[in-house]
């Protein structure tokens, strides 16, 4: 199958990549502007690389030429940013998976798996979040991704596709070398003997996925014909003082915590219920936090002087 995964050379991206060419038989071509990620994190993969912008349909309809099936993975993520300037996160996220979405109507593809989150869609609920809950955005990043969703939606009702949107945890894992999420943040910041920050009392709970069981979940969603949200995750809230030992015990540094209060507007606690996943694609979320942060401290460590860590 040819392949056409937007933002492939970003942190998802580049895993799925990685994933889609070490399984063998797919054709891969990868739209991605570079703004966070880099080709360079897909150089070890077979792929056809369009440096572009999802916004733009010239290069958009230029990666899906002869393409049967998109992952569209590309997107502003950034939350924050997200409520300072929330015109740009709508136009990006919004204008452009648009753009992805007509260019498939006119060129007739009709698999889509897109990226969504449950975190940021659903708000503060009470975990396990799942694709039953009401959806309620609490930063424009959020009401993006949910607008995708109804798009979509949409699409796949109006135009006979198939579109899954699958819902992300919190992602970890080898290739977030530019990531400010909690796992990636922390490495960089034990690498270079910083003290560590933690906003609350280190209670706080994530659902805390490794980057390659997200990209079988991808691979699985792509051999379905799924529809609508699906949650991928690993089912399991971890406190982030429980992340911070095991980093302690990986790393073998004596790494200094200076606990900050929680940050408003963050929400405590969240992990998910991954039962629809698991009924639907058959996702089965394999590498414990204990060996995927070995490997991804380990991917940080190999990859430091490169990272000029
Ligand atoms: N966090 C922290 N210190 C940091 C960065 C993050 O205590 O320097 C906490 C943050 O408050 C949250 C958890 O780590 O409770 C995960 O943060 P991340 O930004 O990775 O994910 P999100 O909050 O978007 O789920």
Not at 29 to 36: A, F, G, P, T
Not at 88 to 111: H, P, Q, Y
Not at 223 to 228: K, L
Not at 279 to 302: C, H, M, N, S
């Amino acid at each position: 199958m040819k392949i056409l995964v937007t933002g492939g050379a970003g942190f998802v991206g580049s895993n799925l990549v990685a994933r889609l060419d070490a399984l063998g038989g797919h054709e891969i071509v990868v739209l991605d502007n570079e703004v966070s990620g880099a080709r360079a994190a897909i150089a070890d993969c077979a792929h056809t690389f369009i440096a572009g912008d999802i916004t733009d349909p010239i290069a958009v309809e230029r990666a899906m030429e002869g393409v049967e099936a998109v992952v569209h993975l590309a997107a502003d993520t950034r939350v924050i940013p997200s409520i300072e300037a929330p015109r740009f996160n709508f136009d990006v996220n919004v204008a452009g998976s648009l753009v992805i979405l007509e260019t498939m109507r006119k060129l007739g593809i009709k698999r889509l798996v897109n990226a969504s989150t449950g975190g940021a869609i659903i708000g503060d609920a009470t975990p396990p979040v799942h694709e039953g809950m009401v959806a309620a955005p609490l930063s424009p990043y959020g009401a993006s991704k949910l607008a995708v969703e109804g798009y979509c939606s949409a699409y796949a009702a109006s135009y006979g596709m198939n579109a899954a949107s699958l819902r992300f945890s919190n992602v970890y894992g080898p290739r977030s070398w530019h990531k400010g999420s909690v796992v990636a943040l922390f490495i960089k910041q034990i690498l270079k003997g910083e003290t560590l920050t933690v906003y609350g009392d280190g209670g706080q709970t994530r659902d805390y996925v490794h980057a390659r069981d997200l990209a079988d979940g991808i691979v699985a969603a792509l051999g379905s014909d799924v529809s609508g949200p699906v949650q991928l995750g690993t089912g399991i809230g971890t406190p982030l003082d429980e992340i911070i030992d095991l980093l302690r015990e990986i790393s073998g540094e004596d790494i200094a915590v200076d606990y900050k209060p929680f940050r408003a507007g963050e929400i405590v606690h969240n992990w998910c219920d991954i039962g629809h996943a698991r009924a639907a694609i058959g996702y089965d979320p394999k590498i414990g936090l204990a060996e995927g942060l070995e490997e991804t401290w380990r991917w940080f460590v190999d990859n430091r002087e490169k990272l000029a860590l």
